[in-house]
């Protein structure tokens, strides 16, 4: 697994850095590939709130700055850990400059998992930082919560400490299909699932659900129009499998049918439903009223079990 962690400490060997030297330390033992960026030593401008990255470049952020190392990191990262002390109850201000300029690739391809390192001198005082943890990326971009570890006072670099996060380091496992959400497709009394991908275009629809689309069986698909999302155009691909989900350029599409003749077609897949699943789209009326929903395999919520491995 590829993980990277951005350091967001100005103290090259402060607390923060030890907690985070400890926890690659047990990821590297495991046979984990970690990248560290030590977010404060690099040159991170703010969000110009340009939109560049969405309507003129897609993925693409304007400014030519330090982001440019972190972006591709991140794109062959499955898992994100945010390390930082605590200032005036959030995240520093070097590693939140970092965090906005995420907003560029919007949905990073692989990431599947998430943790949070704290270190403070009072207790207490996390609850800034734990928010922007939980609502920006648990439930922004649907990863794994792999826990919060937060050291405060006396407690820092404290070998008891060190210890516990190099054992959590070292207890990661690799991704696999636990960690897969979802679409859940119901028509009437038929109810289907289909695993979602890690494109931008599913990413994306992820955070749109639940909603109704209505559609019209053409003989090869049942296409419904949908308010257009975000998409890489350079994810979509050459023609269809039987039982593709695509969604994109203002349709939702079921492709049931037409694999052998899909060729001269571009298409956004963003799921697949199984040859059963898929037999009974077919089955369904010429014209249909689908609900979507996302069925996720873990919950992030206040009272999830991240709070579970702290110091």
């Given at each position: 697994?590829?993980?990277?962690?951005?350091?967001?400490?100005?103290?090259?060997?402060?607390?923060?850095?030890?907690?985070?030297?400890?926890?690659?330390?047990?990821?590297?033992?495991?046979?984990?590939?970690?990248?560290?960026?030590?977010?404060?030593?690099?040159?991170?401008?703010?969000?110009?709130?340009?939109?560049?990255?969405?309507?003129?470049?897609?993925?693409?952020?304007?400014?030519?700055?330090?982001?440019?190392?972190?972006?591709?990191?991140?794109?062959?990262?499955?898992?994100?850990?945010?390390?930082?002390?605590?200032?005036?109850?959030?995240?520093?201000?070097?590693?939140?400059?970092?965090?906005?300029?995420?907003?560029?690739?919007?949905?990073?391809?692989?990431?599947?998992?998430?943790?949070?390192?704290?270190?403070?001198?009072?207790?207490?005082?996390?609850?800034?930082?734990?928010?922007?943890?939980?609502?920006?990326?648990?439930?922004?971009?649907?990863?794994?919560?792999?826990?919060?570890?937060?050291?405060?006072?006396?407690?820092?670099?404290?070998?008891?400490?060190?210890?516990?996060?190099?054992?959590?380091?070292?207890?990661?496992?690799?991704p696999n299909e636990r960690n897969v959400a979802n679409l859940v497709i119901r028509a009437g009394e038929v109810e289907v699932r289909a695993p979602l991908n890690?494109?931008?275009?599913?990413?994306?629809?992820?955070?749109?659900?639940?909603?109704?689309?209505?559609?019209?069986?053409?003989?090869?698909?049942?296409?419904?129009?949908?308010?257009?999302?975000?998409?890489?155009?350079?994810?979509?691909?050459?023609?269809?499998?039987?039982?593709?989900?695509?969604?994109?350029?203002?349709?939702?599409?079921?492709?049931?049918?037409?694999?052998?003749?899909?060729?001269?077609?571009?298409?956004?897949?963003?799921?697949?439903?199984?040859?059963?699943?898929?037999?009974?789209?077919?089955?369904?009326?010429?014209?249909?009223?689908?609900?979507?929903?996302?069925?996720?395999?873990?919950?992030?919520?206040?009272?999830?079990?991240?709070?579970?491995?702290?110091?």
């Amino acid at each position: 697994m590829k993980i990277v962690i951005l350091n967001g400490s100005p103290r090259p060997h402060g607390n923060t850095a030890a907690m985070v030297a400890a926890y690659r330390e047990g990821a590297e033992s495991a046979g984990h590939d970690v990248t560290v960026f030590d977010v404060c030593r690099m040159r991170i401008a703010g969000c110009l709130a340009c939109e560049h990255c969405h309507a003129k470049t897609p993925r693409s952020c304007v400014q030519r700055d330090d982001m440019q190392r972190i972006y591709p990191a991140l794109d062959e990262a499955d898992m994100l850990v945010l390390a930082s002390p605590v200032y005036y109850h959030g995240l520093s201000g070097q590693l939140k400059c970092a965090i906005d300029r995420i907003y560029a690739p919007s949905y990073p391809r692989r990431l599947t998992k998430a943790a949070l390192i704290l270190s403070s001198g009072s207790d207490c005082v996390y609850d800034g930082a734990i928010y922007t943890y939980r609502h920006s990326f648990l439930g922004w971009l649907h990863l794994e919560d792999m826990g919060i570890f937060t050291a405060a006072g006396t407690d820092n670099k404290s070998p008891q400490l060190l210890e516990r996060l190099r054992m959590a380091g070292a207890a990661l496992a690799d991704p696999n299909e636990r960690n897969v959400a979802n679409l859940v497709i119901r028509a009437g009394e038929v109810e289907v699932r289909a695993p979602l991908n890690n494109t931008q275009a599913a990413r994306d629809l992820k955070n749109r659900l639940p909603l109704t689309v209505t559609g019209t069986d053409s003989g090869i698909d049942y296409c419904c129009e949908l308010k257009e999302g975000t998409f890489d155009e350079k994810e979509k691909q050459q023609g269809w499998s039987d039982g593709d989900v695509s969604v994109a350029d203002g349709w939702f599409a079921i492709l049931h049918s037409g694999q052998a003749e899909s060729q001269r077609h571009r298409v956004m897949v963003v799921a697949h439903l199984n040859k059963e699943s898929n037999e009974r789209m077919r089955a369904l009326p010429k014209n249909v009223t689908f609900e979507l929903s996302l069925e996720e395999p873990y919950v992030c919520n206040p009272t999830s079990k991240s709070e579970g491995v702290q110091s």
